[in-house]
């Protein structure tokens, strides 16, 4: 089993910065990927930013490059998520997510086996 715990999220102003944490515990043998989705309410999840857990690599979606950025601490097991210059249609619940799949697709969120609770982000015009 894979336990997801995030940490971070809350409240900004359009233009602030907010910072999210996700702690990933049990089983992580074969973990490749590890990142964030988020979902509206009522809305489909998007993949926003994935990490590979041995190499580094990172993947953005669209909407975010250029202002948020994906980092890994290997030895906390932690994957951090930084926003800034924040934007209304970036509220959002975030979920942390982690796979064992060597293949992925951001548009895919069923590549995905391993979901945290999820944790709101408000930003506010």
């Known amino acids: 089993q894979v336990q997801l715990t995030e940490n971070g999220g809350g409240s900004v102003e359009s233009g602030g910065s907010l910072s999210l944490s996700c702690v990933i515990s049990?089983?992580?043998?074969?973990?490749?990927?590890m990142g964030w989705f988020r979902q509206g309410l009522g809305g489909e999840r998007e993949g926003v930013a994935i990490?590979?857990?041995?190499?580094?690599?990172?993947y953005y979606a669209d909407s975010v490059k250029g202002r948020f950025t994906i980092s890994r601490d290997k030895d906390k097991n932690t994957v951090y998520l930084e926003m800034s210059r924040l934007k209304p249609e970036d509220t959002d619940m975030y979920y942390c997510?982690?796979?064992?799949?060597?293949?992925?697709?951001?548009?895919?969120?069923?590549?995905?086996?391993?979901w945290g609770q999820g944790t709101r982000v408000t930003v506010s015009s």
């Open positions: 997510v982690a796979t064992r799949k060597i293949g992925f697709r951001l548009e895919r969120p069923s590549d995905f086996g391993y």
């Open positions: 049990g089983d992580l043998d074969r973990i490749y990927y």
């Open positions: 990490i590979g857990t041995t190499h580094g690599t990172t």
